[in-house]
């Protein structure tokens, strides 16, 4: 059974530090992996999808990183703004499931 | 392009009522998930749908259930609510089953039961 996990639980920052969240996996045999930000009381929404044959995905001050052998993922944000306070969820799509198997997430204060 | 669309955005409900819970996934996309979050175990599967079928179905009682219709839209409904089962329930959609597209996720229903 995949199990996700993500470290730190919680994470502050004074704005405009560069930080990485991690995300590591129990069964490497994945499609891919998904990370998704949350804000306080609303949905998930999409920040980078790496398939399996990937390294990693860029957009814009977001990079992450996968390491299928060891199971793990990193999320590198660059030059951190108080608009980045949210919860960080990764999730991996196993191969021959249709479901994803997400982490508890990491909640992320940005300090102004 | 619409996103996900769940309605409704919240609702309070007693314990042994039932619930049903809509979700409209973005124009074209044929595979619609549900999830339950809750701050305790997170977000957990609770069933895909695919061409008004359901093809896959986590650990949950069979108090929980879902259908999809022709044009891809979805319903999930509890029966026999328990205190429990309050929680954010996220419908997620993307384009085709196989697991290696990108899914989009609503808002989400927030139901409370008292």
């Known amino acids: 059974k995949q199990e996700v996990t993500q470290i730190p639980a919680a994470l502050s920052v004074p704005e405009g530090e560069n930080l990485v969240l991690n995300c590591s996996f129990t069964d490497s045999a994945i499609y891919n992996l998904q990370w998704f930000r949350q804000d306080p009381g609303k949905g998930l929404t999409s920040l980078l999808l790496?398939?399996?044959?990937?390294r990693e995905q860029t957009s814009g001050r977001l990079n992450a990183s996968l390491d299928k052998s060891s199971g793990r993922s990193t999320l590198y944000i660059a030059a951190s703004q108080p608009g980045d306070s949210a919860t960080y969820l990764c999730?991996?799509?196993?191969?021959?499931?249709?479901?994803?198997?997400f982490g508890k997430g990491t909640k992320l204060s940005v300090i102004p | 392009k619409a996103g996900v669309t769940q309605t409704p955005r919240y609702l309070i409900k007693t314990r042994g009522q039932q619930v049903t819970l809509s979700c409209s996934p973005i124009s074209g996309h044929r595979s619609v998930s549900w999830y339950q979050q809750t701050p305790g175990q997170g977000l957990q599967f609770l069933f895909e749908?695919?061409?008004?079928?359901?093809?896959n179905k986590g650990n949950f009682p069979g108090r929980f259930s879902g259908r999809q219709f022709s044009n891809s839209r979805s319903e999930m409904n509890v029966s026999t609510l328990e205190l429990g089962d309050s929680a954010l329930y996220l419908c997620?959609?993307?384009?085709?089953?196989?697991?290696?597209?990108?899914?989009?996720f609503g808002e989400g229903s927030r139901l409370t039961v008292l």
């Open positions: 790496i398939q399996s044959s990937q």
């Open positions: 997620a959609s993307r384009y085709d089953r196989v697991n290696t597209g990108e899914l989009f």
């Open positions: 999730a991996v799509g196993g191969a021959g499931s249709y479901q994803l198997t």
């Open positions: 749908y695919f061409s008004e079928t359901q093809r």
